[in-house]
């Protein structure tokens, strides 16, 4: 079933002599609970088309529709709460708050969308991420590998329709990053969540059941495969 449609995106930074044509006329359809990646040089537009699928940055043209929601047409207010109820981030960089403990947040996409947190919800996520025993911990006091996994806990919180992952494996060592990928991959299938992953390493692309190839703004290359398990 369709659950992820662009149509023609173009995304233009600049004018004149400075003028970079990010994204020029891509179009893509993602079927609900699919595991996509991303791959692409640096500078080929792949982050760029991600950012836009989130609700993050405004396309030029074109339109996104997310479960048939199109995800442009509302005001600002409308947008933002589509990013923090339908969408869940992961970036390279955990970004968390250094004064809030692992459940703190976890929970603080909820507590800022004045919702009240599902404590069976948050259980199974520190069970499935393996930080049970990690609750009260600051961000100082975790590794590496524990902090994406709470940033991956806090995507996760607000049971998004889709999870989009922007090199979540980038600052980790290879250990960690694999560690990364499989929790994503448990939590595409646990909860049945959209996935897609950009990543410029071809041994993490290829976990996905398809892999979307992008070089100079557009989509060059559109592969389904068998999923690794």
């Known amino acids: 079933m369709e659950f992820l449609k662009a149509v023609n995106l173009c995304k233009v930074y600049g004018t004149g002599d400075g003028k970079v044509t990010a994204l020029d006329h891509v179009s ?59 969408v869940g981030l992961v970036y390279q960089f955990n970004n968390l708050i250094p004064t809030l403990n692992v459940v703190e947040n976890i929970t603080l996409p909820v507590l800022m969308d ?25 961000p100082n006091q975790l590794s590496g590998g524990q902090q994406q996994r709470v940033a991956i806990g806090r995507a996760l919180m607000n049971s998004p329709a889709v999870m989009l992952a922007d090199e979540p494996t980038g600052a980790l060592d290879s250990r960690n990053g694999y560690e990364i990928i499989k929790l994503l991959k448990e939590s595409n299938k ?38 690794h398990t």
Do not use: C
């Not at 996104?64 to 600002?76: E, F, H, L, S, T």
């Not at 004045?114 to 990690?134: F, H, I, M, T």
């Open 190 to 227: 646990k909860y049945g969540q959209t996935l897609l992953l950009v990543t410029h390493d071809e041994n993490i692309a290829l976990q996905a059941e398809r892999i979307i190839t992008v070089a100079d703004g557009q989509v060059v290359r559109d592969e389904r495969q068998v999923a």
């Open 114 to 138: 004045r919702r009240k947190v599902n404590k069976e919800r948050l259980d199974s996520l520190l069970e499935l991420l393996g930080l049970q025993k990690r609750r009260e911990h600051l």
């Open 28 to 86: 893509l359809t993602v079927e609900k609970g699919e595991f996509v990646s991303i791959i692409g040089s640096s500078g080929s537009g792949k982050s760029t088309l991600l950012h836009i699928i989130a609700g993050v940055d405004m396309p030029t043209s074109g339109k996104v529709y997310v479960d048939g929601q199109d995800v442009y047409a509302g005001d600002n207010e409308q947008l933002a709460i589509f990013r923090r109820r339908q």
